[in-house]
């Protein structure tokens, strides 16, 4: 380990002597984005192979009560691997990556680059009803941040390479990479500058070079358009923007909901029994939910909804109404088996479930729309615009939906449709919720970096780092005399906080307070509690810097004390604060 760091040592002083950063960074990129690209596809070919060993055709045809067991043991199996294994569950994904951007410094674990190539399979590959791309965008963004802190670059260069490697993972996985680029910008907020877009090209070409290396240069899904994107059917794109928009809000209400029944579960093998039962039983009653359901995409795509239906012969092949009713009860059950699957081991993402639900939903309603007889519609048109509706509405990037979707199938045609639908779908959703479901909780604490770059660089202030200590405490029996010579004769300070026998604040005295007095000998046998006043503001520790800044706008305070559950700790200074960020913004700016 030693010999591997000396030279890791004379490897950066070279690299900082003979090359320059701008050019380093464009080298780091293409490496970032090589290595996410390949564990992409390490991830998604463990997963297939064990989806095409338990998906056999006598399992399929008799004996469907694998459906029930096969999720409810890689669910098993994902649990004591994180946690005899592995020693901490996976993380979810995409919402660990943005934690660690907006509170880590960018920091994440280097398990993370592994882990989601053992947990991710498991789950996905015996049945969990999530998508792979929250582990490999996890398991890039790890890859990134941990290659970006070895060649000892600087925060915002740190964030870039997290964004380098989520372009890089996403376009392996789907061939699609400006697409890929887009996701990072949007659902990291990455600023999107020259300096900043060459490297994620150059990681998002890199990491689907990978891809087609290995599988070629095909597209994910089949897709050949039949009819035609013609102005009369404007009305019914929008009326599909409409219906999507409510169905992603549905998903992410089911998700969001459930989120919060597993979190108030305190035993993890409780969750774990209470997520592998509800996947389970949904899985057996309807198997296109098994996994990803990517398998779905492509049946509908091709207008081949029998191939959905499976052992559902009840809903009837042929009758519109009844197979609309097939597609929407897919799109409903789908929510609760990815939220349980995610509830019960935190592994899996939303992305490919967003996919499946949406192209569900647009099916369904080109269904409905045909079985009415108001018109007729492409089935398919309305499947693949589905997808695209649904994405923006769940994950708040529609222009993500747009490109992704075109770059899926290989066809722009149906770009005006995507427009009108992602852009309905966003804008609704986006006014009942500010924040996606990725942001919600950051957001909550006060820890999601934003486009505002004031605000993220406020994030990435720690408290602790601005506390300071060198006030001299004072007891509110003191007296004056007692507090002129123990405490201001000795202090460079002119505020002196009021602390009772077991360190909890009471209130401040300063130098303004006393100036008139300090001289005057009859007055020495005030006490202290006689001087005292409460501060304008109260720092808790708890508090954002984001809160720290609002408490000295509206106090118009220059120092303000910081306590935790009524114990002093110390003050921080507006001009400590100011100074910190003005060194911090320079780090983020790269200026």
Request: net charge positive.
């Amino acid at each position: 380990m030693s010999y591997l760091k000396s030279w890791l040592k004379v490897f950066l002083i070279w690299r900082i002597k003979h090359v320059p950063e701008r050019q380093f960074v464009l080298f780091a990129s293409v490496l970032i984005g090589l290595v996410s690209g390949l564990g992409a596809v390490v991830i998604k070919n463990i997963t297939y192979e064990i989806k095409w060993i338990v998906q056999q055709e006598f399992v399929q045809n008799y004996f469907t009560i694998f459906y029930f067991i096969f999720p409810a043991f890689g669910l098993t199996m994902t649990y004591l691997a994180s946690k005899f294994i592995l020693g901490k569950m996976a993380g979810q994904g995409i919402s660990d990556t943005l934690f660690a951007i907006s509170k880590n410094h960018g920091k994440m674990s280097r398990r993370g680059m592994f882990s989601p190539m053992i947990t991710a399979p498991l789950t996905v590959g015996f049945g969990g009803s999530v998508g792979l791309e929250g582990a490999t965008v996890f398991m890039g963004s790890s890859i990134g941040s941990n290659l970006a802190r070895l060649f000892h670059l600087n925060q915002k260069t740190v964030n870039l390479m997290i964004g380098c490697a989520t372009a890089g993972a996403l376009a392996s996985v789907f061939h699609a990479p400006i697409g890929a680029i887009i996701f990072a910008i949007e659902i990291f907020s990455l600023d999107l500058t020259i300096a900043s877009i060459v490297p994620m090209l150059l990681a998002s070409s890199a990491g689907a070079i990978t891809s087609i290396w290995i599988y070629g240069d095909d597209t994910i899904f089949k897709f050949v358009i039949q009819d035609k994107f013609a102005p009369k059917d404007i009305p019914f794109y929008i009326l599909l923007g409409l219906i999507g928009s409510l169905t992603s809000l549905y998903f992410v209400t089911v998700y969001k909901k459930m989120g919060i029944m597993f979190a108030n579960i305190e035993k993890k093998w409780v969750k774990l029994v209470v997520g592998a039962g509800i996947v389970g039983a949904l899985v057996f009653w309807f198997p296109s939910l098994y996994g990803e359901g990517y398998s779905t995409i492509k049946a509908l795509l091709i207008g081949k909804h029998h191939i959905v239906m499976g052992n559902n012969s009840w809903f009837g092949s042929q009758n519109k109404l009844l197979v609309a009713g097939l597609m929407f009860t897919i799109v409903a059950l789908k929510a609760f088996a990815t939220s349980a699957t995610i509830g019960a081991v935190k592994v899996g993402g939303i992305f490919g479930p967003s996919l499946v639900t949406g192209c569900c939903m647009g099916y369904g309603v080109a269904m409905l729309i045909n079985y009415t007889n108001i018109g007729l519609v492409s089935e398919t048109n309305f499947a693949l615009v589905g997808m695209a509706t649904q994405m923006a509405g769940v994950m708040y990037a529609p222009l993500t939906a747009i490109f992704m979707i075109s770059e899926l199938t290989g066809t722009y045609e149906l770009m005006l449709p995507l427009m009108i639908c992602a852009a309905i779908s966003y804008s609704i959703n986006k006014y009942f919720t500010e924040y996606n479901v990725y942001q919600q909780k950051l957001a909550q604490q006060g820890f999601l970096i934003t486009h505002d770059k004031d605000k993220a660089v406020l994030t990435m202030l720690a408290l602790d780092k601005v506390i300071e200590t060198n006030f001299i405490p004072i007891n509110p029996d003191m007296t004056l005399k007692e507090m002129l010579f123990t405490a201001v004769e000795n202090s460079t300070r002119n505020i002196y906080p009021v602390l009772d026998d077991t360190q909890h604040f009471l209130g401040v005295v300063t130098l303004d307070d006393i100036r008139t007095i300090m001289f005057d000998q009859t007055q020495y046998d005030l006490k202290v509690s006689q001087i005292m006043h409460g501060a304008p503001e109260i720092i808790q520790s708890s508090d954002t810097m984001e809160q720290v800044m609002d408490k000295f706008q509206s106090s118009s305070a220059w120092n303000l004390p910081v306590c935790e559950n009524g114990i002093y700790l110390g003050f921080v200074s507006k001009s400590k604060v100011l100074s910190v960020y003005r060194r911090k913004l320079i780090d983020f700016a790269g200026v």
